[in-house]
């Protein structure tokens, strides 16, 4: 199974911050990756599909690049709503594989 | 707008099956379009991807999951399902089921989630 990890694993920032995340497939996936939000006793939400489209309805300052094995998540400018985790995911082959997580709390 | 909703028994003992069931609404699981999936993810851990089916009946399972489990559908009922036999507690977890778009693959509806608690 293709390994995902995510660095780093937790990081804290102000409202208006700039944030990278990052996530690194153990092979090469293309672009066949996704983010997602998730918050406390909620199911994830997509934020970005095929590593860089912005999936409909979700803001803009959020934004995905990447392909092969190296992708990044930027938020351009924090909002109190996005104190989340964020998780990738490759669904390049089976099983798909999630990555560890990012808590992103208030500094 | 499409919704998914889990339903099944919380509690499940030990060695015994898990089984949850997934209505679809606002959408039919025959379009063909989507593949229909199941997610877990135990207490304070991360997400476990753990199968997904096509229409046709067509299924994936996650390897390390993949003896145990069981991912069928119902097009009459607008459900599809999932079994998950032998379980012991490391099974515990909340269940998602989701929405695979065949184009791009990335669940994106996703169910509130349904937490399974193995336990004697």
């Known amino acids: 199974a293709i390994q995902m990890t995510q660095s780093p694993s937790s990081l804290s920032a102000s409202v208006g911050d700039r944030v990278t995340i990052t996530c690194r497939a153990s092979?090469?996936?293309?672009?066949?990756l996704g983010w997602y939000q998730q918050k406390p006793g909620k199911a994830p939400k997509l934020l970005i599909y095929a590593a860089s489209s912005l999936q409909s309805g979700v803001p803009s300052r959020f934004s995905g690049s990447g392909s092969g094995t190296d992708f990044t998540l930027t938020i351009s400018s924090l909002q109190p709503e996005d104190f989340a985790t964020y998780y990738c995911?490759?669904?390049?082959?089976?099983?798909?594989?999630f990555g560890p997580g990012t808590k992103v709390d208030i500094k | 707008q499409v919704q998914l909703q889990e339903s099944g028994p919380g509690l499940v003992k030990p060695s015994q099956t898990l089984s949850l069931t997934c209505t679809v609404s606002g959408g039919s699981i025959s379009s063909g379009s989507y593949y229909w999936s199941w997610i877990r993810q135990p207490a304070g851990k991360g997400l476990e991807w753990i199968g997904r089916?096509?229409?046709?009946?067509?299924?994936n399972y996650n390897p390390s999951l993949k003896s145990r489990v069981t991912i069928s559908v119902d097009t009459s009922k607008n459900q599809f399902s999932l079994k998950l036999s032998s379980v012991t507690a490391a099974d515990t977890a909340v269940y998602y089921c989701?929405?695979?778009?065949?184009?791009?693959?990335?669940?994106?509806?996703w169910g509130q989630g349904t937490l399974v608690t193995v336990s004697s």
């Open positions: 995911l490759q669904d390049y082959n089976y099983p798909f594989t």
């Open positions: 092979q090469g996936i293309r672009n066949d």
């Open positions: 089916i096509y229409t046709s009946g067509s299924t």
């Open positions: 989701a929405r695979d778009p065949i184009v791009g693959a990335t669940p994106d509806y």
